[in-house]
């Protein structure tokens, strides 16, 4: 036995509110987790398809790399490759950010850079793919 006894067992930190809803003190967790895995998950081919797409470009020069960008096919592809990565990455360093920075201050800068950094590069890869296939 390990001695603890129903009287000395840990009391729960949650109020009955908390329990009936089921959520924690983050009211998203549950949320954020089911996309980190749902992105994993969706990231897998879609990585592997953007891995090959590469190796299909080099030693390409530019107009032929544009032209292979520049299909619908692979422009799909890619895509749904950036979109996916950039919303895994937001995800990810969200909850590096969350549980391992104690100072509220420096969390919310942080999570501020993280938003503003993984937009960035979002819309910069979604406008370059759309300017290659439509013309833009």
């Known amino acids: 036995m390990s001695g603890i006894t129903p009287d000395s067992a840990p009391k729960h930190f949650r109020t009955a509110l908390a ?4 959520r924690g003190a983050a009211k998203s967790g549950t949320g954020d987790f089911w996309m980190q895995r749902m992105t994993s998950v969706a990231g897998v081919p879609l990585t592997i398809m953007a891995i090959v797409i590469g190796i299909f470009l080099l030693g390409r020069n530019q107009a032929a790399a544009a032209q292979i960008l520049g299909s ?10 950036v979109i996916c990565t950039v919303v895994h990455m937001k995800i990810g360093m969200q909850e590096i950010v969350v549980d391992y920075v104690p100072d509220e201050s420096t969390k919310l800068t942080l999570l501020l850079a993280n938003t503003f950094f993984c937009w960035s590069v979002g819309v910069i890869s979604v406008y370059a793919l759309l300017k290659l296939s439509f013309g833009l």
């Open 19 to 22: 329990k009936v809803r089921g």
């Open 72 to 81: 619908p096919l692979v422009g799909i592809i890619m895509l749904l490759f």
